[in-house]
């Protein structure tokens, strides 16, 4: 028989498969609302608000974009839908870039447009590029 993921969890997991499934926002919950229950925003206006959702192991040791649910199987970044949530649609081709170059945050404060151009500006300027950390041992 098949499951969902809830209970795929708990059977990999050795948890009680009979416990109910609660739901910590209604399934009609609206994008904004399901954006902010997974938001630490508890630093304030000026912090990172970190995506405390789920968030797959990373392949390297740099950090993953967070990413989440945005209807049907649909999911989208959680900075581009905090962009789109906050300031309206994001125009075709333009990247929503992070000011403070941490890939979990959503905070729309920290975010900017620009082009694949800009944002690798950006990156020069801030002394990140892979290449810009001295040899590899």
């Known amino acids: 028989t098949s499951m969902c993921d809830a209970h795929k ?3 990999l997991n050795g948890k009680d498969m009979d416990a109910p499934i609660r739901r910590l926002l209604p399934r009609n919950a609206s ?3 399901r954006l902010y229950a997974c938001l630490d925003v508890s630093g304030g206006p000026d912090a990172c608000w970190e995506w405390t959702g789920h968030r797959r192991a990373p392949r390297t040791s740099v950090l993953e974009y ?3 649910g945005v209807g049907g199987n649909r999911t989208g970044y959680v900075h581009r839908v905090s962009w789109a949530v906050h300031y309206g649609p994001i125009p075709d081709g333009t990247l929503v870039c992070h000011r403070c170059d941490n890939p979990p945050c959503g905070n729309p404060a920290h ?3 620009g082009t694949h151009t800009d944002n690798m500006a950006d990156m ?3 002394g990140r590029g892979r290449w810009q950390h001295g040899p590899s041992l």
């Open 66 to 68: 967070a990413r989440m």
């Open 9 to 11: 969890w708990r059977r």
């Open 31 to 33: 994008l904004r609302d």
């Open 124 to 126: 020069l300027a801030k």
């Open 111 to 113: 975010l900017f447009l």
